[in-house]
Nanobody, 127 residues
Framework: QLQLVESGGGLVQPGGSLRLSCAASGFTFSNLAIGWFRQAPGKEREGISCISSSDGSTNYARSVEGRFTISRDNAKNTVFLQMDSLKPEDTAVYYC????????????????????WGPGTQVTVSS
């Protein structure tokens, strides 16, 4: 059964950095694209980054492009999200989930196209 678990969240000052991890089990990790999402209090869950399975190509939402970097280590069944230059508006619960490359091309960050949602990890950016 497809299962993903996020870790690495915490409290950081504005301008600081965090590295989130998404550990996968229960499926052939290298065959699936992995997306990162976040949900701030009172807001809808939004997709912020995705990495493909085929060639490791990446996609970023405008709100994080240039500050966040997604990567994957197929040998460790893990996807990482390096977050730099953090802002208070990045405060949210961060989630990862899986889809396939073709579905992502068609449906983008449609939440219903992703599976294996983890419990999330809290990121708080505050001085």
């Amino acid at each position: 059964q497809l299962q993903l678990v996020e870790s690495g969240g915490g409290l950081v000052q504005p301008g600081g950095s965090l590295r989130l991890s998404c550990a996968a089990s229960g499926f052939t990790f290298s065959n699936l694209a992995i997306g990162w999402f976040r949900q701030a209090p009172g807001k809808e869950r939004e997709g912020i980054s995705c990495i493909s399975s085929s060639d490791g190509s990446t996609n970023y939402a405008r709100s994080v492009e240039g500050r966040f970097t997604i990567s994957r280590d197929n040998a460790k069944n893990t996807v990482f999200l390096q977050m730099d230059s953090l802002k208070p508006e990045d405060t949210a619960v961060y989630y990862c989930a899986a889809t396939d490359d073709r579905t992502f091309l068609v449906r983008d960050y449609d939440l219903s196209a992703f599976n294996g949602w983890g419990p999330g990890t809290q990121v708080t950016v505050s001085s």
